[in-house]
């Protein structure tokens, strides 16, 4: 069986947990079917495990255009590429066009993997215009059309069925998303963390991820205002959406640094080994987020034997164990798609109250820690992720 998987990041450019899901399963799958990868990017043609891999950059002509119809552009471009596959499974709105063109064109399934989608995620006006209307276009249709959907979790899983209603329940399955916890497992390096301006010896919690609206970033800093005095706070902060979140998020840390100390903000993407090094230094990691289809990013804290404290939104209950792995933060949301919390005031003391019990007590969130590392193990293995993926590329063939 050959499959196609397509996808808007690959190795080397990756930025966000769909790239790191797309880039883990190929690994497994490759060992296991004829697999090709079409990515975005710069033009590459490379071997990855065993699949078959190439980029395809914005045609020249729309590099000015609007960000939308730039992968409109590219997922034309792609089409050529798909000649010969069994099955195209493509990964984002980015993909999907690609994928449902290519199945119109040569009469083979198409597969998607839901890993967000546009309806909860408004703010993205903000960044396109009038190109999230394109996106969203893009996204229902796609998803109208599909042969199979692949939800992250039940979570992904309910949010796609109430957004787009005239999927039919049976075509969505729940394959969540997996960690390499022989990649990612607990590394202690004091030296190294003081060369990034943390204290090895201090209680600390640490958030890791992109400034977007959904990651929930402005509630997290409030909450860290209202931490003990000798808590640290590290924040692993990847460039904002807009320039709007951007000021917002900058006055924040400016405020919490006057009142405190141990604010370490590293704006960079941090190399996955020194990542590992300060997850696995952390009492706590902070997942404040308001739109959380699964939540790669707590797989990573827990494979490294660090306890979570997350929203209880989305797909996060189906991987934080409330009271073992972690502790759960009630989220009460608008029903708007924005997912603004109902009462911000009481999630950001909340949120505040479940870091303080976490970071006061380190042998208890040790205990949580060593628990989730071993949910981590035995919960979220990519060799049964794939296995699960290929179950629903057979459900679609002749």
């Known amino acids: 069986m050959r499959v196609d998987i397509v996808s808007k990041e690959f190795p080397p450019e990756i930025y966000g947990g769909a790239g790191v899901h797309v880039a883990e399963l190929s690994r497994v799958l490759a060992g296991l079917l004829d697999l090709h990868v079409h990515c975005f990017g710069a033009p590459r043609e490379l071997d990855y495990h065993g699949a078959r891999v190439q980029a395809y950059p914005v ?7 609007n960000p939308a119809v730039q992968t409109l552009g590219t997922d034309l471009d792609m089409l050529q590429g798909f000649q010969g596959a069994d099955v195209i499974h493509s990964h984002t709105w980015y993909a999907n066009m690609a994928g449902h ?7 083979v399934p198409h597969v998607l993997s839901a890993h967000s989608i546009e309806p909860l995620r408004p703010w993205k006006a903000e960044q396109l215009g009038g190109g999230y209307a394109l996106s969203s276009w893009v996204e229902k249709t796609a998803y109208d059309a599909a042969s199979a959907i692949i939800a ?8 796609i069925l109430r957004a787009y209603p005239e999927v039919t329940p049976g075509k969505v399955h729940v394959v969540h998303n997996g960690i390499d916890t022989g990649a990612w497992r ?12 943390i204290d090895p010896d201090a209680p600390s919690v640490v958030f890791v991820g992109r400034n977007t609206r959904q990651k929930g970033v402005p509630y997290l800093l409030r909450a860290a205002a209202l931490l003990p005095p000798d808590v640290q706070v ?4 990847g460039a904002a959406d807009t320039p709007e979140l951007a000021s917002e998020t900058a006055i924040l840390i400016g405020e919490l640094m006057e009142t405190r100390g141990g604010v370490v903000v590293i704006e960079r993407m941090l190399p996955r ?7 696995s230094s952390a009492t706590a990691f902070a997942c404040p987020s ?4 699964l939540g790669i990013v707590n797989l990573e804290a827990m494979a490294c034997g660090t306890a979570v404290v997350a929203s209880a939104t989305g797909g996060i209950p189906e991987v934080v164990d409330d009271g073992v792995t972690g502790l759960l933060v009630p989220l009460d949301q608008l029903d708007d798609g924005t997912g603004t919390p109902l009462d911000p005031e009481t999630f950001v003391r909340d949120f505040a109250a479940a870091l303080t019990v976490v970071v006061t007590d380190p042998d208890r969130a040790a205990q949580m820690g060593q628990a989730g590392r071993r949910r981590a193990e035995q919960e979220f293995s990519w060799d049964t992720i794939a296995q699960a993926t290929i179950d629903v590329y057979r459900s679609v063939l002749p």
């Open 59 to 65: 045609p020249a002509e729309l590099e000015t255009a």
């Open 101 to 107: 063109l290519g199945s119109l064109l040569y009469g």
């Open 152 to 159: 992250v979790s039940e979570g992904m899983r309910r949010d």
């Open 186 to 197: 607990p590394d202690h390096d004091p030296d190294a963390l003081r060369g990034l301006g």
């Open 234 to 237: 590290i924040l692993c902060l």
């Open 273 to 279: 080994d020194e990542l590992i090094k300060v997850l």
């Open 290 to 293: 308001i739109y959380e289809p």
